[in-house]
């Protein structure tokens, strides 16, 4: 009730702009709004009539405050991108960098869990190293490139999976991955594109097997065909 009848005053005052005093009156009343606001939870409604009280007492400093406040309940309610706009606003006031950092890890962490990949993956390399952003930049690629050996875009995962190098389960995933990918190459009837594909993977027992196969197989076509004379 408090904060309506101030949130009155604030219009009544706005509507007698140029009226000698009355603008000193408006950010009086936008004041007194703004406390009642920020009494009653409103954080953000509070910061933007501290803003518009101006140079009245120490309204721009509450303003700062508030817009905190505001940015921490926003993080806290999993608001993510309200969050940044705020504290990207504050700048270097207080830790809000640091509590930006914070959104947008959350908000990176969010997007991983959704299985957005490409939008975490992004968002975890702008965080250059924040708390454990690059060991879940390594996961956003690893998943995303078993989302894609499942969706059959076998040469887009082994790219990925290689670009991994040793981390976790990339390499036995990397051979797997490209071993699919000969196979299904051979389905089609591609023999020579198949023995370059399990020409990288020679590791695996079993493309080693298909490989000496394949390439022995190669080799007596090519004989047959005149390539090797």
């Not at 004041?31 to 920020?38: D, F, T």
């Not at 608001?79 to 830790?95: P, S, T």
């Amino acid at each position: 009730m408090r904060a309506r009848a101030f949130d009155e005053a604030v219009d009544l005052f706005e509507q007698a702009d140029g009226v000698p005093l009355a603008s000193q009156a408006l950010k009086e009343a936008c004041y007194q709004a703004a406390l009642a606001k920020r009494e009653a939870g409103d954080m953000e409604g509070a910061a933007r009539l501290f803003e518009k009280a101006g140079d009245y007492q120490d309204a721009a400093s509450l303003a700062l405050e508030a817009y905190y406040e505001a940015g921490l309940s926003a993080r806290d309610e999993k608001n993510y991108d309200r969050a940044v706009e705020i504290f990207l606003k504050l700048g270097d006031y207080q830790n809000s960098r640091e509590e930006m950092n914070k959104a947008l890890y959350e908000r990176a962490k969010n997007a991983l869990q959704n299985g957005e990949y490409e939008s975490a993956i992004q968002q975890l390399t702008a965080l250059d190293g924040f708390e454990d952003s690059g060991e879940k930049l390594l996961l956003a690629k690893l998943d995303m490139a078993k989302a894609k050996m499942k969706d059959g875009a076998l040469e887009e995962a082994a790219a990925l999976f290689k670009s991994l190098g040793d981390w976790g389960e990339a390499p036995a995933l990397y051979q797997q991955c490209k071993l699919e990918e000969a196979k299904k190459l051979l389905n089609d009837n591609q023999k020579k594109e198949a023995v370059r594909v399990l020409s990288d993977i020679t590791d695996n027992a079993e493309a080693k097997t298909l490989f000496e196969s394949l390439g022995y197989e190669a080799a007596q076509e090519s004989l047959s065909s005149g390539d090797l004379l």
